[in-house]
């Protein structure tokens, strides 16, 4: 990265929320452009830890939009050239308000809390930034995986609640034994079969866009095509993005070519899965188990079959959410801020063909 002269005049506005802190950005900044960048301001996205994970799932189904306007980013964006958040909202009102707006950088790979067609259309970029928490969630999908084939949660239930349980339908399996296929080999699949070198086991992964070099770097077979992961795996792991092309990409058909002995673990979204078909598979027992950190709802509604299901270990999507998630995440930020600031454009900008900059 070309350096950033330190009395470059950047103007930078920092949303903290409950999950990355203002402060993070200010110190990554300092740090990566050097302590008299800027100027340099805060503020705070208001709402407890949960309220702010409502409104990004909301801002994922429905667009930024669907939350309430944020007025103390309203009242404070004024002069800000870059503008950095992570969850919080940044709908057309935002950019109104923000004359001099050339960035909105992102602290994820998702921008659902991003008005990017009002951001194209008054020429701001919008960046997110990639593999911030790939290795928190790939070590997230080796634990639900072992907590199937294991049965940890269910005995630790089973304890807690004053029993002994040994049986839980047959003898667990160890994941050396057998084949886990993946569905997607981005940053977390990559950071997922590099965990996976000391088990043994045989990884095989679908991902039409990922060279074969790379596929033979993280010592992974290629699958032809989705059936064969879902035909051969002992385990299917799902590291997909969420496009048009995979919504729901995955449904009945897949899971009855699972083996009944076969587990699923989805860390990635929801949205990927006919998750009625997935219930339906896992509740007649037509596959063994599975692990979920995504979720239609969230959180579960107190009467949903899913908290009844004994074939499920079930998280609560913080697949992502680590002390060293968070500082990676500024970091990020702070690069793409650098990049900004040295070149006048975000090659990673999700409307960089629409500004003119590829």
């Known amino acids: 990265m070309a350096s950033v002269r330190e009395e470059t005049a950047v103007r930078v506005l920092v949303v903290g929320d409950?999950?990355?802190?203002?402060?993070?950005?200010?110190?990554?900044?300092?740090?990566?452009?050097?302590?008299?960048?800027?100027?340099?301001?805060?503020?705070?996205?208001?709402?407890?830890?949960?309220?702010?994970?409502?409104?990004?799932?909301?801002?994922?189904?429905?667009g930024a939009g669907a939350v309430a306007v944020p007025g103390e980013i309203v009242g404070a964006v004024g002069d800000a050239e870059v503008l950095a958040v992570h969850f919080a909202p940044v709908p057309r009102e935002v950019l109104q308000a923000a004359d001099r707006l050339r960035a909105v950088c992102v602290a994820r790979a998702?921008?659902?809390?991003?008005?990017?067609?009002?951001?194209?259309?008054?020429r701001v970029a919008v960046v997110p930034v990639f593999g911030r928490n790939a290795t928190a969630v790939a070590e997230l999908a080796i634990g639900?995986?072992?907590?199937?084939?294991?049965?940890?949660?269910?005995?630790d239930a089973s304890v807690k609640a004053g029993g002994w349980r040994k049986d839980f339908g047959g003898p667990g399996r160890e994941i050396g034994a057998g084949t886990v296929g993946l569905i997607g080999l981005g940053h977390v699949g990559r950071a997922f079969a590099e965990r996976m070198r000391g088990f043994g086991a045989r990884l095989?992964?679908?991902?039409?866009?990922?060279?074969?070099?790379?596929?033979?770097?993280?010592?992974?077979?290629r699958a032809g095509d989705l059936d064969t992961v879902f035909r051969e795996s002992d385990v299917v792991q799902l590291f997909a993005r969420l496009t048009a092309e995979t919504e729901r990409f995955i449904g009945a058909r897949s899971f009855a070519l699972m083996k009944p002995t076969a587990y699923f673990v989805n860390t990635a979204r929801s949205r990927l899965v006919d998750t009625d078909a997935l219930?339906?598979?896992?509740?007649?027992?037509?596959?063994?188990?599975?692990?979920?950190?995504?979720?239609?709802?969230?959180?579960?509604?107190?009467?949903?079959?899913?908290?009844?299901?004994?074939?499920?270990?079930?998280?609560?999507?913080?697949?992502?959410?680590?002390?060293?998630?968070?500082?990676r995440s500024a970091r990020l930020v702070a690069e793409v801020i650098a990049e900004l600031a040295t070149t006048g454009r975000c090659a990673a900008a999700v409307n960089a063909r629409e500004l003119g900059w590829v």
Not at 110 to 122: F, L, S
Not at 290 to 311: C, F, I, K, T, Y
Request: aromatic share 8%; charged share 25%.
């Open 144 to 155: 639900l995986m072992l907590a199937e084939a294991r049965d940890i949660a269910r005995a």
């Open 18 to 62: 409950r999950f990355i802190p203002a402060g993070d950005y200010v110190e990554a900044l300092a740090e990566v452009c050097g302590p008299r960048f800027g100027p340099v301001r805060r503020v705070d996205w208001p709402g407890t830890k949960a309220e702010q994970h409502a409104a990004q799932q909301t801002m994922e189904w429905h």
């Open 279 to 327: 219930y339906e598979a896992l509740a007649n027992r037509r596959i063994a188990g599975a692990g979920l950190d995504v979720h239609d709802q969230e959180p579960l509604p107190a009467d949903s079959p899913w908290r009844s299901l004994d074939n499920v270990t079930i998280t609560t999507h913080y697949a992502g959410d680590t002390t060293t998630t968070t500082l």
């Open 204 to 221: 095989i992964a679908y991902d039409p866009y990922v060279p074969d070099d790379v596929l033979a770097h993280h010592g992974v077979a």
């Open 110 to 122: 998702g921008v659902e809390n991003v008005d990017v067609a009002a951001a194209t259309a008054r």
